[in-house]
């Protein structure tokens, strides 16, 4: 008996995901920066996140 599918099945619907570029800007250490992009990631794999859009909002100093 398997409890799930692996890998699990494809979404009907692919869901695309849109983020500033400033998400990291109120962080001030590498390590927090990389604490907070991990989640992120996470967070998008598990909703099977189709494409990421990062976009330049006008807090974003820096350059993509």
Not at 12 to 41: C, M, N, R
């Amino acid at each position: 008996m398997t409890l799930f599918l692996w890998p699990p099945p494809k979404r009907k619907i692919q869901l695309k995901v849109v983020i500033p570029a400033s998400i990291l800007s109120v962080e001030h250490t590498l390590y927090e920066k990389t604490l907070i992009t991990g989640f992120l990631a996470r967070a998008l794999a598990i909703f099977r996140v189709s494409e990421i859009a990062v976009f330049k909002d006008y807090e974003s100093s820096a350059p993509l």
